[in-house]
């Protein structure tokens, strides 16, 4: 009688767990590996956080600032800033002068944007409030940033990662 009831709490607490880890646990953007997959880094992120990457010109030797805004499942591409017109840089765009920065808003929604780092253009990560060395994380391998939905055990281990 007392191994029923032990077989029948562990099977209840097995399929608490089981429900618990299959909750949405919110979304996270996921910096991954562009050719192993390995996951270098994983942020909460919700509706309306800025992800954003800061990067030197590699041939202007000047500050490019490029923004994005979670929005559900996609990053939409929300500002950009540079110092100066380059290769590569929206030389027909419809833009402002603000501090000394060109500045647009342009068009893009993004399911997966595709980076890669280096030395020479300094790649730094900026989500919410945090800033992340992209080239040390990855060790200048190109990457996948995009935004995923996360269980409720990934958030909670996430939690214990940071």
């Known amino acids: 009688m007392r191994r029923r009831y032990v077989a029948i709490a562990v099977l209840v607490t097995l399929l608490l767990i089981g429900t618990v880890a299959a909750l949405p646990g919110g979304r ?5 590996d562009a050719e192993s997959g390995e996951q270098y880094l994983t942020v909460p992120v919700e ?3 800025t992800v954003a990457l800061e990067y030197m010109h590699s041939v202007e ?10 929005r559900g499942d996609h990053l939409e591409m ?5 110092e100066s017109f380059g290769w590569g840089l929206p030389s027909g765009a419809n833009v402002t002068r603000q501090d000394g ?3 647009f808003d342009p068009p893009g929604n993004y399911t997966r944007v595709t980076v890669s780092p280096g030395d020479v253009a300094g790649h730094n990560l900026h989500v919410g409030g945090e800033t992340y060395d992209l080239v040390a994380r990855t060790n200048g391998h190109s990457v996948h940033l995009y935004v995923t939905q996360r269980s409720s055990f990934g958030a909670a281990k996430d939690q214990f990662n940071t």
Request: without cysteine; negative net charge; hydrophobic residues 40%.
């Open 47 to 49: 509706d309306g956080t």
């Open 78 to 82: 929300t500002r950009m800033e540079f």
């Open 61 to 70: 030797k000047t500050r490019v600032y490029d923004e994005y805004t979670v």
């Open 28 to 32: 996270a953007l996921v910096v991954e």
């Open 101 to 103: 920065m060109y500045v």
